[in-house]
């Protein structure tokens, strides 16, 4: 059996991270999370570029733009979106997640999900660097371990680089 070695350094490759700014607070904690973890694994600020946008439902035409550009190794999402008493929460969930799936097919690029989808805002913040850690945090990591290994699937786990 043979497997593709996982890759976590982030040194000369470049992120996009796509951050709401709809529940900024726990958005802001998300970013720091996953900024910090690009930056232990080797990453330069300058090879880290956020993009604001309103909420979450416009996170995937944002990532879809970066993604297209050829700049980036990796896109990483980040937003909250807390159930309320209507169908809105279920309508932004499928939308933000059919769209960040979308990006990934259309274009082949690496794209992180680090949308919380939760009931409460206490849950937010469990997993904001909270009880349950920084989602940012692993949303970070598992972009640059799916940039490092895309590449490598082109060629047998043997030859990899």
Not at 74 to 85: D, F, K
Request: proline share 5%.
């Amino acid at each position: 059996m043979r497997s593709y070695p996982v890759g976590l350094e982030a040194g000369g490759l470049r992120f996009a991270v796509v951050v709401s700014r709809f529940n900024h607070l726990i958005c802001a904690r998300l970013l720091e999370g996953c900024v910090d973890e690009l930056r232990y694994r080797g990453a330069l600020d300058d090879d880290i570029d956020v993009a604001w946008v309103p909420g979450a439902y416009e996170i995937p035409l944002a990532a879809r733009r970066l993604a297209e550009t050829g700049r980036y190794a990796a896109v990483i999402t980040l937003g909250v979106v807390v159930r309320g008493g209507t169908p809105h929460f279920d309508f932004v969930c499928h939308g933000v997640t059919d769209g960040v799936r979308e990006v990934i097919r259309d274009t082949g690029v690496p794209v992180a999900f680090g949308v919380l989808t939760t009931d409460d805002v206490d849950q937010a913040l469990e997993r904001a660097g909270g009880r349950h850690g920084n989602k940012g945090q692993e949303a970070a990591a598992a972009a640059l371990e799916m940039a490092r290994l895309c590449p490598r699937l082109a060629t047998r786990p043997d030859a990899a680089p």
